[in-house]
């Protein structure tokens, strides 16, 4: 499209195809590994080879094999899936011309990409999750013979690598290409006149434009329980968001060796998170927390988890409430778009959900390694240790859980009412007023006839009463000027006192009631005397004595073909047919007419 700058035409295609090739090398690279590291004294730091590590299609296989069926589906289908089909309907829209793609249907796909979008950040989640769950740190009391403290430290890690990073940047330019992509499709539907009408310049906030279907516009009661209840829902988001984000929601308790050489330490083998937590444990969960990798996932954390959903809902509340003109209603409407594709508390919720399944993944997947200590375990520490495993990490739901979910539900109810209201009432303002209704075209049965009296030249004056009408066996040809304004019925002549002919149309006057198959020239020779002493009241004029008695025509056909068969005008020509039929155009005579 012209409209398109050449920037965004050739740069649009080629960012999707650079983002498909970062996914694609993120899915055929390692995400992530377990490492372990022992730190004697002071700085020396033994860290022995990765215990197990993982890609992203490893992942999913190997959590199908343990049974560990929610947690391969969502993964596969957010982060295996999601991304590539994604990416192929954003190629899709910027590319396809509108007779594949009409502009709604266009609009609605990339609304619903920019929705969905985020869904791709729950592989990021697990990451973080897994890494605060996996982190342990055991200080043993050594000492050695001099009486000096050597402390000697074992820590446990799940180390991000270049899968994991090179994912999460993909799914940033993913996210980023999505707004732009909508934002020129919305410049090609803006006329640039939608925030110049009346009501477009009017101080109104959405809230006053929440009316509903007809049937419920008429109960004023209910259409105000509806605003109040989503006013009450709105507010009632912040302060259930914050705390149910700050909230402690899960715990993670250690068993097996691990959590008895824990316990033994004096270590806390329970271990409680709420979101903010986690998002504040990362850097310190990783071995290396200033890799950009680490540094960059807690970003996302903090800012889609906590930040945005609260600013999203500032927004959404003063757009709801607030009386605004259509211009800063629209570009209100576009900051909530954008803060919602941010927003992941529904997504970190969904996460939550699969830190059950982390004890099964922890026993099978990481403590694997060790299972031919297993039946050491069992034999000489199961009364320790309750476990007859090396490592297992049990997962928990704490109450402040269900204040999350709560909150989720309120917020993403609250916020797809508010988008739904919001883009309707942008699109009323935007409309002109209502025209008045159409008058469907009905053609009276005398139209066809007032145009041909109206387009005449010629008319000839009917013989006095006391003579017998003398009418020319042949009119000479004029031509007919449809555009001309057409006469009132009411002053109009008679039908018979008027004839028209055009370009190779001849007009021949219309038997006084010939009989079938006789000539209707000799049938007027022989009846002239009749015709002189006795006129035929239809034939009379209207100046005479019995003007009263005139009885006028019967009425016309309603088309002009008809109307010219009616008054015998022979023989019509092609060309004069296409003629009239050219001509009359300016009145637009219903197709089953013509």
């Known amino acids: 499209n012209s409209k398109i ?17 970062l996914f694609i090398a993120s899915t055929a690279s390692f995400a992530g590994g ?16 990765n215990l197990f590590e993982w890609g992203l299609i490893n992942l999913i296989k190997e959590t199908w094999k343990l049974k560990v069926y929610s947690l391969s589906i969502l993964i596969g289908t957010f982060s295996f899936i999601w991304p590539y089909v994604k990416l192929l309907a954003m190629m899709w829209c910027w590319c396809i011309p509108t007779r594949y793609t009409p502009h709604i249907a266009r609009g609605r796909i990339l609304v619903c990409l920019d929705w969905l979008g985020r869904w791709s950040l729950l592989d990021t989640f697990v990451m973080n999750l897994l890494m605060v769950a996996f982190r342990w740190d055991v200080a043993f009391p050594v000492v050695n013979p001099f009486n000096v403290e050597a402390p000697v430290r074992m820590e446990s ?37 939608e925030n110049n009408t009346d009501e477009a310049k009017k101080w109104r906030s959405v809230l006053q434009y929440c009316n509903g279907p007809k049937w419920l516009s008429k109960r004023r009661w209910l259409v105000w329980t509806i605003r109040i209840v989503i006013t009450l829902a ?3 988001s912040v302060p259930m968001t914050t705390t149910g984000v700050s909230i402690i929601s899960f715990s993670y308790q250690y068993r097996g060796l691990a959590g008895w050489v824990l316990d033994l330490c004096g270590q806390d ?12 444990d990362v850097p310190n969960a990783s071995n290396d927390p200033t890799y950009w990798g680490v540094v960059l996932s ?131 303002r935007a409309a002109p007023p209502p025209l008045p209704p159409k008058v469907k075209y009905s053609p009276t049965p005398s139209l066809a006839l007032d145009i041909l009296m109206a ?32 006469p009132s019925r009411k002053s109009a002549p008679p039908p018979q006192q008027q004839f028209v002919a055009s370009a190779s149309v001849f007009m021949v006057p219309p038997p006084q009631s010939s009989p079938p198959g006789t000539n209707p020239m000799a049938h007027r020779s022989s009846s002239s005397h009749h015709h002189h002493a006795h006129p035929s009241p239809s034939l009379r004029h209207p100046s005479s004595r019995s003007s009263k008695a005139y009885v006028p025509s019967p009425p016309p056909p309603r088309s002009i073909i008809s109307a010219a068969n009616s008054y015998a005008l022979q023989p019509i020509s092609p060309l004069a047919i296409s003629s009239l039929a050219s001509q009359s155009s300016v009145i637009n005579p219903p197709e089953e007419d013509i």
């Not at 035409?9 to 960012?15: C, E, G, R, T, W």
């Not at 377990?34 to 080879?49: D, H, K, Q």
């Open 298 to 428: 807690q970003i996302a954390l903090y800012a889609c988890c906590y930040i945005v959903p609260i600013l999203h809902i500032i927004v959404m509340f003063v757009l709801w409430v607030l009386p605004l003109p259509r211009r800063w209603q629209a570009g209100l409407f576009t900051v909530c778009e954008i803060l919602n594709a941010w927003n992941c508390i529904d997504v970190i919720t969904a996460t939550l959900l699969l830190t059950r399944e982390v004890s099964l993944f922890s026993r099978e997947f990481i403590g694997g390694d060790c299972t031919w200590a297993n039946q050491y375990i069992d034999q000489f520490f199961y009364d320790a240790t309750g476990s007859a495993t090396c490592f297992e990490v049990i997962a928990y739901f704490e109450p402040g859980v269900w204040l999350l979910f709560g909150a989720t539900l309120m917020y993403f109810i609250s916020a797809l009412t508010v988008h739904i209201l919001t883009h309707r009432t942008l699109n009323e």
């Open 269 to 280: 083998t329970l271990r409680r998170f709420s979101v903010f937590s986690i998002a504040a």
């Open 455 to 486: 387009s005449s030249s010629t008319s000839v004056s009917p013989p006095p009463p006391s003579s017998p009408p003398a009418y020319p066996s042949i009119m000479p040809t004029t031509n007919i000027n449809l555009a001309s304004p057409l």
């Open 157 to 193: 890690f799940i180390s991000p690598a270049f899968g994991f990073s090179a994912f999460l940047v993909a799914t940033i330019i993913s996210l980023i290409t999505t707004h732009i992509i909508l934002f020129q499709h919305r410049k090609l539907e803006s006329t640039g006149k």
């Open 5 to 21: 700058a050449l920037f965004w035409q050739l740069s649009i295609p080629l960012v999707i195809l650079c983002t498909a090739a």
């Open 34 to 49: 377990a490492i372990i590291r022992w730190t004697i004294g002071t700085g020396r730091n033994v860290e022995l080879p």
């Open 234 to 236: 709105i507010l009632l």
